[in-house]
């Protein structure tokens, strides 16, 4: 018997997806939604505060700080209120109302930065915002989800052991899995290839994300890209980057409903469509086993990717500009 709901992290469901038009693609969703605060970050949230507490890195007076617009600070927030410890969330002007209602809701104080930085986001000055309230600040903890080792080991752990014991007898010949921070992609990517070093890694990126290269543009998805490219992902194994547009995500999203039951988030609908633009025009002539990762639930979209008026803004914005300006993380 668990003696919490928070403890009870990871063991997700594995659901098979058949695409109609590629009916060799053995395409396998974990639905990290089932997670105990709604997504995959919980795996994160959970490993790095044990962790911390168990190492004596941190104690019972220590305040934990990060920068997160979304389901990090979420489940963060819970994480933190089940240990006892403060927690600090700096969010911005684009986080989602029911993210910050969450995190406020369990706990946590929230800092919103309103100021947009020299990109036209907000990350910057969040980051900014989180080193000078450190430097004023004793006995507090940055989590730091760029840059902290144990974001990787949380999912080469968790994620990646599951992933890889699902499929035991099995081939894994593609995994496919949405990034923002590069933590679940790292950890998972360093597991995968140890256990299935013929599988081929898919990056999933949004256009207008900067993660790997591409120019910054405005971005309207939280959850998935992103206006830095985070350190963690140096240790990474990548073999193949796919680019989904927010208009095919949305699209994307709304075919999981539709087709398959599955009421997903943003991400879930990038990774989706990421696998059909990546096997859309190659010939699949035997078996192939494609395992993605759904990070989180659709609940937390309502307002955005399954609100038709609010579809029509990001399709009209779209057209009318080529804003070079980048927002959300
Ligand atoms: C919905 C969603 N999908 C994907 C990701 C990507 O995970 P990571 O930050 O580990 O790259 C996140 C991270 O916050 C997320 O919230």
Redesign the pocket.
Known sequence: MINNILNKVGNTPLIPLKIQESPNLNVFAKLEFYNPTG???DR?ACYIMNRLLNERVINKNTTIIES?S???GVALSAYARMHGLKFICVIDKNTLPVNEMLIRLQGAEVICITEPDEFGGYLMNRLKKVREIIDNTDNIYWVN?YGNPL?AQA?YNSLGKEICLEIPRQKLDYLF??????????GVSQMVKRKHPEATIVAVDVEGSVIFGREASKRFI???G?SIR?KILDDAFIDEIEFVSEKDTITSCRELLEKHNLYA????GSVYQAVKQYFQNKAINNPVNVMC?F??RGERYISTIYNDDWCRMVQEYVERNHSKASVSV
Request: proline letters at 6%; aromatic letters at 6%.
């Open positions: 997504s995959v970050k994160a997160s979304g389901n990090f989800q974001n999912y899995m949405g990034v923002s921070s590069g933590g679940t992609i790292t939280p959850g998935i992103s985070p988030g943003g991400s879930a990762v990070a989180d």
